[in-house]
Every structure is written in C-alpha cells, then in structure tokens.
C-alpha cells in the first residue's frame, strides 16, 4: 500500500513538470520554397545537431519551436544535441566516434577546424538563403574565402552591473572596474580561460590574441591579482547570479545580457573603451557528416527570414542575415547594446586560433594563479600525516585487541 | 563453470568499458602529442602538487565528517524495529533520487550571499555571512551528497551484529565504552572501510561540487584534468597523466587501509 502511496506521489510530480505553460507558436511557413524543402520528404532522414545550449527558439514559453517545424516541413528527422563550450565540442569532434551533420561553433574554432581539415566546404547553389546573409559577414579571417561557413548569431562581450550596487559616478566603460577594489568579493568573471584571458589582455593594452607567451604571462599576474577580489568565476550561473543581485559587476555576452535584463530592470551593460570582443557563430559541416544535403538544408532554413526572427527574438543574440533584420522592430535593432554602434564595433576584435606554445602557457596560467594559498598548503602537509597516523594507530589498536581476545 | 557463463555479461561489460579505458588512460599518460613513448607527462604532474593534496585534503575532511555523522546513525538504525528501519532506509535513499547537481545547484542558492540562509540570518540581525565559496562550502557539497554511501554499508555490516553479543558483552561485566570498543567497532570494520572508499573516492575526483560551491577559486584535482580536455589546448596526454597518478594515489591509501581490515572481509560487499 505503502508503495502505491509513493509511485502516486511520484506521478503526480512528474505530471505537474510536464505540463507546458504555453503551447509554441506555429511558424508561417507559406512563403518558403516548398518544392526545395519536400525533396526528401519520404526518405526517412535523421540528422544530427550539434549547438550550444539555451542556443534555439524551441518552443519554450510561446515562441516558435524550429526543430519541430524542420521536421514537419522537410520530414527529415532532427536529432539535436547541445554543448556548452566550444572546446568542449572540439573534445568531442576530435575523439571520433560521433558524427554529426551541422555544427555551430564560434570564429577562433572554426579558423582551428578548418587548418585541422575536419570540416566539409559547402555547396551554396544548395542553399539559396545565403543571399540573406549581410556580406559584413561573410569572408570573415577564420574563413577568408568563405567555403565552410554560413553566420547563425553574433554577438560581443560587455560589461554587465547592477546600477543599486554600482557608484552611479562610476566609470563602468572599462575593464578596470572589474579590478576595482571598491567591489572587492561582487565581481564574477568567466571561468573559461580564452574568455577570460582576452578580458585581461586587453586591459594590458595588448590584442585579445596575445602574439607571445610573455603577454600571456602578463595577463597572468592581472588575473591573479584580481582573484582576491572575484566572488566567482562564473558561466551561465551569471543568469542567477546577476538576477538576485549577487554580485555587482561582471562581463557576459550581449545577448545574454538582454535576457538578465528582463529578470532584473536594475542591470545595465557598457562597452569598454579598451575594445571587446565580437564573436560570430557559423553553421558548418564537419568531415563525419552522413547527410550532408539534408543538412544543407537544415542551415538553408535557418537563415529563413521568418526562423531567423524567432531565433533572434528568443535568445536575444544579434542576427547576422538581412532580411530578419528587416522584420525587426526598432526598438531592437537600435538597442546600441546587441546592435552597437560603428565606432564600437571598429575597436571589437574576433578571436583567432593561436599557436600552441601560446595556448599551452595560457591553460598552465589558469591553472596555477587559483591556487597559491601558501598558507594553507603549510599546516596540511602535517596535519594530513598526524591525521594518517592516528588513524593508523587507532586501527592497529583495534586490531591487537581483537587478537587478544581471540587467544 | 556454470558461474563463468553466469558472469558472462558484467565481465564483457566491465572489459568494455573498464579495462579498456584504463589502458586508453595509461596509453594517453605515458605517449606525447606525437606519439612516442615520454614520461614527460607524469613528471609535469608535480607542478599541481598543490591541488592535488587540496584535493586529498578536503575528501579526507569529508569522509572523517561523513564517518562521524553516520556511525552513530547505522548503528541506531540497525536497532531499530524491521518496518521502522525501512522507513529509515527511505529517508537516507531520498535525496539520491534527485539528479547530484540539481540538488549542488540547490544548495548555491541556499548559500549565496542573498541566498535563503543569509536573509533568515539577516532577520534575526546577523550579518550575511560568507557561506559560499569557500572550502568549507566544498566539503558541505561533498558530505550532503555522499555521506549515504557511508551510512548504507554501516548499516549493513551492523543489521548482522548479534544483539546477543553485545549481551553477553554487557553481561559478563563491560561497560558501554567496553561494549563499543571490544565487540561493536571490530565487528563494523568492514563496513567502516567499504564506507570510507566510497565516499573518499568519489570526493576526490569531484569537480562539479567545488565548481559549484566553491567558485572556481578552490581548484580541485577534477577541475584540472576537465581543463586539460576543455580548456583552451587540448591535451589529452597530461589530462590521462593527473588521471592516472591520482588513481595511483588513491590506490595506494586504499590499499594501505584495507590491510587494516583484512580479516573481516566478508562484509566488504554491501
């Protein structure tokens, strides 16, 4: 009886997460090609994606949910997987043993992937959409004559505050207030090493590339003075973070910035004057791709007006294809946060891939500057052996007196 | 023989995928980018000695908290009538079938700064106090989520002590501390060992809870080797190498504990 009580309970819970809030909208899909889309409407098709996480409008909370239309327009089945870095994907990629049919990783990987040969160029005459696609860009330096890539997002980092918490005559346009000890213990920071490298880089006045290791090693000594005054090194825990007034200052993307600031109205943005970074996000093809006509199709899709729309109002990053920008509201496109002005994006600076002794000096200084409290490493070493040998003696004594008692 | 074709399938499991990536791990760990045979990256593993007895240092807090906390708790469970014990079995089983980092994540909300814990404090007018991002958060991380490891082999060892014996103990004249030390304690060796690997093992390698509870500032051995394969280069060759000296190392303190308790090895299995 019990137990039937419980499996209830259990049920009941799992029913209460499953019900939606709001059921997605329906996409409008009158004006696309549909002759183009039905060609393998029969064929009994997967492919597999592999995006960033939070990345797609999927439904959630009313918007449009796009994998499920790819489906229904096309009948190619959509098998999407989701990572969170773009080293984590590389990871993935290079082990070998997946294969996936579109990718959408960032700028410095793709320039990575495509020296490493592990992606397929692209048939365009398969994909007329890419006329949509600002020629800004198109032959950007990780793809100088574009043959693998075709935009989905882009986007830049900025500085993020909570202006109850931030000194309202404080100068926030650079990257010095996240050294400020004024907020000691309220500052995050990325806790991915290219991100967080670039911050300090250029607040060294050096490029977010850095040309040598002893620059690297200059962004070192910043990044270990600033331990002391970073609350946390932080991911997407800044959502929560910066929503329940956490902390005071942090840098994210501007995207994303949007979506903090519908959680909390107190949060505001800035660009650095030192310069930022602007990342794109390509939807490419890599060499372990089975399908690759249908996932032509897939990125052809994505850069319909109308999907690009959704996606772009769903996960607030910048869109790179025309005629969405076309659709959007003024509100938006002249936000100068996802849609910065000339003069900022002049100074913004992509990340390329770098030499490996480069790359190398960078992990080892990560590693190492959160993680010379000499203090605490002086008393563990003989309380850890104190601590060894009472257990050790304890243990023993127990043990002769169990043989004792045994003769 | 019969036992052999009954085995058959966790042994073809366990050479799949046991075996076999560990002799992936000792591969990566002793080859170079290139190929060729080094031992350049076991010797680079020294420069994070420091992490590395971090690591140890805080799993063996954990587990001594974890040991103190459910000694007493088995043995008063195992005590306890069949369906009360049960219904105790519940309670410690419970939190595990919520998802690990769910319930780590549960826990940063309770220990931030403006978390649950600091505004009740805030209401009887003491200070926000700074809960998380220390080690002390880790090691709270670490007892709530593995301190039913230690709880379910003690409790096993001590269902099968005699409560006659310890009777007879009481009646031929010892004391309580008597009773404990000379018949209680020697007969839940087995579990106490069981238990200490389980918990110990895991808390060594963790790098999600310290992720998340302690800021990315208190680095600990599983955060190294995720950055080896996550970080900016990839470098599968040191990640196996810290992989493999911390499974050296932790063979090694596990191995010099069980020879304290080699003769009860029945109750090794919970």
């Known amino acids: 009886m019990k137990r039937i009580v419980i499996f209830a309970l259990i049920l009941m819970m799992l029913v209460g997460l499953a019900a939606p809030a709001f059921a997605a909208t329906p996409l409008d899909t009158s004006n696309m090609d549909t002759a183009y889309y039905s060609r393998f409407k029969d064929a009994g098709i997967t492919i597999n994606v592999f995006n960033w996480g939070e990345y797609i409008s999927d439904g959630r909370d009313g918007s449009v949910d796009i994998n499920a239309e790819f489906e229904a327009l096309t009948g190619i089945k959509v098998n999407y997987n989701m990572f969170e870095s773009n080293e984590a994907m590389y990871a993935k990629l290079k082990g070998g043993s997946v294969s996936y049919d579109v990718v959408i990783p960032s700028d410095y990987m793709i320039s990575q992937m495509i020296a490493e040969d592990m992606l397929l160029p692209l048939d365009f005459s398969n994909i007329p959409n890419a006329d949509n696609v600002d020629p800004k860009f198109l032959n950007m330096t990780y793809d100088p004559e574009n043959l693998y890539t075709l935009p989905y997002t882009w986007g830049t980092v900025v500085i993020i505050y909570n202006t109850t918490m931030v000194d309202p005559d404080e100068d926030v ?230 043989k004792k008692v045994e003769y | 023989m019969r036992n052999k074709v009954l085995s058959a399938p966790y042994l073809f499991w366990m050479v799949l995928f046991t075996v076999v990536p560990l002799i992936l791990v000792a591969y990566y760990a002793l080859t170079g980018a290139d190929g060729g045979f080094t031992l350049k990256n076991v010797s680079d593993v020294r420069q994070f000695s420091g992490v590395i007895f971090r690591s140890v240092w805080l799993a063996v807090i954990a587990t001594l908290i974890c040991l103190v906390m459910a000694y007493p708790l088995a043995y008063s469970m195992s005590r306890l009538r069949p369906q009360m014990q049960r219904v105790a079995l519940l309670m410690v089983m419970l939190p595990m079938w919520i998802n690990f980092l769910l319930r780590t994540y549960a826990w940063m909300t309770l220990l931030e700064n403006t978390g649950l814990i600091n505004q009740l404090l805030g209401l009887l007018g003491i200070g926000p106090l700074q809960l998380i991002n220390t080690q002390g958060a880790v090691v709270l991380g670490m007892v709530y989520n593995y301190v039913p490891f230690m709880i379910l082999p003690l409790y096993s060892v001590m269902t099968k002590i005699d409560q006659g014996l310890i009777h007879a103990a009481q009646d031929l004249g010892s004391n309580t501390l008597g009773v404990f030390v000379n018949v209680v304690l020697p007969l839940s060796m087995p579990g106490i060992t069981t238990g200490i690997t389980m918990v110990f093992v895991p808390a060594v390698s963790t790098f999600a809870i310290s992720r998340m509870l302690g800021g990315g500032q208190n680095l600990m051995i599983g955060d190294l080797i995720e950055l080896q394969f996550l970080g900016t280069s990839y470098n599968p060759n040191l990640g196996s190498a810290i992989s493999m000296v911390l499974m050296v190392l932790v063979l090694l303190l596990m191995s010099a504990m069980n020879q304290y308790a080699d003769e009860e090895k029945e109750g090794m299995i919970i």
């Open chain 1, 173 to 402: 346009e650079t990257w010095d207030i996240l050294w400020n000890e004024k907020y000691a213990g309220q500052i995050l920071m990325f806790d991915n090493p290219r991100d967080a490298y670039g911050i300090a880089l250029k607040k060294a006045g050096h490029s977010l590339n850095p040309a040598s290791v002893s620059e690297v090693e200059e962004a070192t000594e910043l990044l270990k003075a600033q331990n002391k005054l970073v609350q946390t090194y932080v991911m997407d825990q800044i959502f929560d973070k910066m929503a329940a007034g956490e902390a005071a200052v942090g840098p994210y993307y501007a995207g994303d910035f949007i979506t903090m600031q519908n959680d909390n109205p107190d949060l505001a943005a800035a660009y650095p004057r030192e310069g930022t970074n602007i990342f794109v996000d390509c939807m490419v093809i890599p060499t372990s791709a089975k399908q690759k006509e249908a996932a032509e199709m897939y990125i052809n899709f994505m850069l319909e007006p109308e999907v690009g729309l959704a996606n772009t109002e769903y996960i607030g990053y910048s869109t790179p294809n025309l005629a969405t920008l076309a659709l959007l509201d003024e509100e938006t496109t002249g936000n100068p946060i996802t849609y910065p002005p000339s003069e900022t994006m002049e100074k913004a600076e992509f990340f390329l891939d770098l030499p490996q002794e480069v790359k190398l000096a960078m992990d080892n200084g990560w590693s190492t500057f959160r993680n010379d409290d000499e203090a605490f490493n002086f008393w563990l070493m003989p309380v850890l052996v104190v601590v060894a040998l009472a257990a050790v003696a304890m243990m023993g004594i127990g043990r002769s007196r169990k």
